[in-house]
C-alpha cells in the first residue's frame, strides 16, 4: 500500500457520528480503511454493522476496545475477563487486524498488583484470541493517563509484556500522542520489529487543551509524525495509519470539510 492507501479513518475523529455516517463519509472521502469502536456497534448490532462496513468496501484496522484488566474483587475480574472474550469474538466478526487492549488502572490495587493483573490477564484471553484469529494490541498510554485509563505507560512496558507472554498473537500498538515524548521510544520501536500491530497519528498542541480531548490535528502541534512513521516502518510495520482525534472543536465542526483537512495533512505532515 502506498501511504495514501493507508489512512484509516478512527471513530473518535468524527465521534458524534453513527458507524453509519462514518462509514458512508469513508466511501465519499475515498478512505478505504475505518477503526471502530465498541460502543458504536451497539445501534445496528456486530453482525449488521460487520455486513455494512463489508458492502461498503471498507476494512476493519482495529476495534476499540479490550483491556481494564485490574479489578477489586474476584467477580469484577471474572466480568472483565468475559467482557475481554466478547471483545475478541467482535474484533473477529468485524475482521478487524487487532484488538487494541486499553490496560486500565489500578482499581484497589497497588500499580505493581495492577500490572501484573494486566499481564495476568492478557495471558487469560490470549488462547481465545488464537482460536478466534485476532491479535491483541497492548497500547501503552501517557503517564498523565495512568490513574484512570492505564498503568501501562511506556512502550517499553508494552515490550516488556510482549516478550514475556512469547504469543505471536500479542503486540503492541504505537500512538504518537502517547509516545511522542519519550526519550526510548525510537529504541523501543525497532525492539517492537515484528510485534508492531498498529499506529496511530494525531498532534499534540501547546497549550494542552485538555487531557482526555487535548489532540489536535496533524501539523498543529509539535509531534515528529514522519519521524515516528519512518521509525516504525522501518521496524517492519506498513499496516494501516490511523486517525484518531480525541477534541470538542473538532467534533463540533464533523464533516466531509474535516475528513478532507484530515487528508490533506495527513499526506503534508505524516
Known amino acids: 500500500m502506498n501511504i495514501e492507501e493507508r489512512l484509516s479513518l478512527n471513530q473518535m475523529t468524527t465521534d ?13 472521502q475515498q478512505i478505504s480503511w ?7 456497534l451497539d445501534a445496528l ?3 449488521q454493522s460487520a455486513r455494512m462496513i463489508k458492502d461498503a468496501g471498507l476494512s476493519v484496522s482495529s476495534l476499540c476496545r479490550g ?3 485490574s479489578a477489586p474483587t474476584a467477580a469484577e475480574r471474572t466480568a472483565q475477563i468475559a467482557d475481554n472474550r466478547r471483545a475478541i469474538e467482535e474484533a473477529a466478526e468485524l475482521g478487524a487486524l487487532c484488538l487494541v487492549l486499553v490496560c486500565g488502572p489500578a482499581r484497589g490495587q497497588t500499580l505493581d498488583e495492577a500490572r501484573q493483573a494486566v499481564a495476568d490477564g492478557i495471558a487469560e484471553i490470549a488462547p481465545h484470541a488464537r482460536a478466534c484469529g485476532v491479535r491483541l494490541g497492548i497500547e501503552p498510554l501517557h503517564p498523565m493517563y495512568a490513574a484512570e485509563r492505564s498503568v501501562i ?3 517499553k512496558q508494552a515490550n516488556d509484556m510482549t516478550a514475556a507472554l512469547a504469543d505471536d498473537h500479542v503486540g503492541v500498538v504505537i500512538d504518537v500522542f502517547h509516545l511522542w515524548w519519550d526519550p526510548e521510544v525510537y529504541r523501543e520501536i525497532e525492539r517492537a520489529r515484528g510485534h508492531i500491530l498498529g499506529f496511530h497519528v494525531s498532534d499534540w498542541p501547546v497549550p494542552l487543551p ?6 489536535a490535528m496533524m501539523g498543529d502541534g509539535v ?5 515516528l512513521r519512518r521509525a516504525v516502518e522501518e521496524a517492519g510495520y506498513a499496516g494501516p495509519i490511523e486517525v484518531e482525534i480525541f477534541n ?9 470539510d474535516l475528513l478532507t483537512t484530515m487528508k490533506q495533512r495527513f499526506g503534508k505532515c505524516v
Open 210 to 215: 485538555g487531557i482526555l480531548t487535548g489532540r
Open 34 to 40: 475505518i477503526a471502530v469502536w465498541r460502543h458504536k
Open 45 to 47: 448490532g456486530v453482525k
Open 67 to 69: 483491556g481494564f484488566f
Open 16 to 28: 458524534p457520528w453513527t458507524l453509519e455516517q462514518t462509514v458512508a463519509a469513508c466511501v465519499r
Open 223 to 227: 509531534i515528529e509524525l514522519r519521524r
Open 153 to 155: 505507560v511506556t512502550l
Open 248 to 256: 470538542e472543536a473538532i467534533w463540533k465542526n464533523c464533516g466531509d
